[in-house]
């Protein structure tokens, strides 16, 4: 009888082979089964690169969603400038820029150059004011509140419905991709699984074999963890080229149309890794997965 | 060795397959264990093979106690035996040599070690130009022959034999039963379970015979029959 080499030695080289050879013996189930996840990562990586580049621009639309302080009038502009500590104290603002009423003016004509009636106003009938940038703006009522009760500070204008439309937005697109994501790794797991029970269904003699003469699940076992392994990370790199090319398109698309002023994505070189690294543990992690599920019922021999 | 204790087995369907079996086979032994369909051999084979776990008592198999052994042991206890169905069981897509080494790295043999010992039990099974054959193209002998040669192949303490020859022709049958002995005499253990009375008589071993479930008759020499024997 041989010794008990089997019982914790790990021989990578069988197992890969094996698995290899069980890949390339069912060349049209695994055909399918890595199509499907090929077609579930992309389907799962469009939508997790859409919600990214959303949440972008919607952080770029709530930064630019600016909370403006106006400062009592009875304030001199020294005192006035000395009021930004105390903004800065407010929680949750994280920025705060001084206008004063000359530059408030400014901007105001600037704004309206056509308007002759607007061009020779007298600064003094703006305030000097503090553009807040705020951190959260589900808090942004809490945080107007606040600033409200700085003292020098008379009114506070803010637009309320816009901000809780953003987070609206926001939080509706991260539940939708969370949902769908979710959604599409149980059906890729689902469909690498049930590709390696059909293969296994096909070896189960010679898995009964196998455990007749003593060798342990662990052995039975892992050359379908490694089929399965390697058609997530088959199907991973496909889908990584695959969504290379499309966000590529797409970008090249929006670029050459007046959408870039709206809407502005992120270059594909700035997020390669990540995406490609979410797609090789998502496919790894479905196709370990799968294979475990499939090949549990045959082992209880 | 082999040793069942007052075993008994009954299936989940309330079928009373043992009813009490006290049995031992020592080390080196050549024991036939025969009966009329239904009496309770192929149960015995699924309980030394651990495949089932008796209802009561208690089964010892070279040193493994089935009632207290440990999922992760089964495979170690497994290597100890070389089993022989009746049906071959060979895995016909691979060639005799392959369904050899197969077994062999399944129980963790190294590479050296499968071409070493391969050729040697082919040898001696006389399949030496059988290797690169697949089980099809094999007759029934042969690929019983090549299903005892992966039995020995992991060089087991003993070998059972789920009705070995019945695929086999008579003449077929004595030569496999000849090779059987000839194991036995190189000092491993040899179960063989069957239904044929004459050749069971012809080789004068000891005979355990059962009965619905008990131990009828066990005796060195010829079958004592029982009355649905046959």
């Excluded at chain 1, 699940?217 to 969504?243: C, D, H, K, S, T």
């Excluded at chain 1, 290379?244 to 700035?270: E, K, M």
């Excluded at chain 2, 499968?114 to 059988?130: A, F, G, T, W, Y």
Aim: proline letters at 3%.
């Amino acid at each position: 009888m041989w010794g008990g080499a089997a019982m914790g030695k790990h021989d990578f080289s069988y197992f890969f082979q094996e698995g290899l050879k069980n890949m390339a013996s069912h060349r049209l189930m695994s055909f399918t089964a890595i199509s499907m996840t090929v077609g579930c990562l992309l389907i799962m990586g469009t939508f997790t690169l859409v919600a990214v580049n959303t949440a972008l621009n919607l952080s770029a639309l709530a930064n630019s969603n600016e909370i403006v302080a106006y400062v009592d009038e009875a304030w001199t502009p020294e005192q006035a400038r000395a009021l930004e500590k105390q903004l800065l104290k407010v929680p949750n603002v994280t920025a705060a820029r001084y206008i004063s009423k000359e530059e408030a003016l400014q901007a105001y004509t600037e704004q309206n150059p056509e308007e002759e009636l607007f061009q020779d106003l007298d600064p003094g009938i703006f305030r000097d004011r503090y553009a807040l940038t705020i951190e959260n703006l589900e808090q942004i009522a809490y945080t107007v509140g606040q600033v409200e009760r700085v003292p020098g500070v008379v009114k506070v204008n803010y637009y309320e419905e816009m901000a809780s439309g953003i987070v609206t937005v926001r939080n509706v697109a991260a539940i939708v991709s969370a949902a769908l994501i979710g959604v599409l790794f149980v059906v890729s797991t689902f469909i690498i699984s049930n590709t390696i029970r059909l293969t296994t269904y096909d070896r189960r003699e010679e898995i009964a074999i196998m455990k007749i003469v003593g060798a342990t699940n662990g052995f039975i076992r892992w050359p379908f963890v490694y089929e399965g392994f390697l058609m997530g990370v088959v199907a991973a790199g496909i889908a990584f080229l695959l969504q290379w090319g499309l966000y590529a398109a797409v970008t090249d698309a929006i670029a050459g149309n007046d959408a870039q002023r709206l809407f502005s994505i992120l270059p594909f070189s700035r997020i390669w890794a990540p995406v490609l690294g979410s797609f090789f543990g998502a496919g790894m992690a479905v196709g370990i997965g799968g294979s475990l599920t499939a090949i549990r019922r045959f082992l209880e021999v | 060795m082999i040793r069942l204790k007052d075993v008994e087995l009954v299936y989940e369907n309330g079928t009373k397959a043992i009813q009490g079996i006290t049995l031992t086979i020592e080390d080196g032994e050549f024991v036939f264990l025969v009966g009329p369909s239904g009496s309770g051999k192929s149960t015995i084979v699924k309980l030394l093979t651990g495949e089932i776990l008796p209802t009561f008592g208690r089964v010892m198999i070279n040193g493994f106690s089935i009632m207290n052994i440990k999922d992760r042991q089964i495979p170690l206890m497994r290597r100890t035996l070389g089993v022989v169905y009746q049906d071959f069981r060979l895995i016909e897509k691979k060639t005799v040599y392959d369904n050899l080494s197969f077994v062999m790295r399944a129980v963790g043999a190294s590479p050296r070690e499968i071409k070493e010992r391969i050729p040697r039990v082919l040898h001696l099974l006389d399949l030496d130009d059988k290797a690169q054959c697949r089980p099809p193209e094999l007759s029934g002998g042969e690929q019983q022959r090549a299903a005892i040669a992966r039995a020995l192949v992991n060089n087991p303490s003993t070998v059972i034999a789920d009705e070995p020859t019945g695929n086999l022709d008579p003449d077929r049958s004595v030569e496999l039963m000849r090779l059987l002995v000839k194991i036995n005499q190189m000092g491993t253990t040899v179960v063989v379970v069957t239904h044929a009375r004459e050749l069971v008589n012809r080789f004068g071993k000891r005979v355990v015979t059962l009965d619905e479930g008990l131990v009828t008759h066990d005796a060195v020499g010829r079958y004592v029959g029982g009355r649905r024997y046959g």
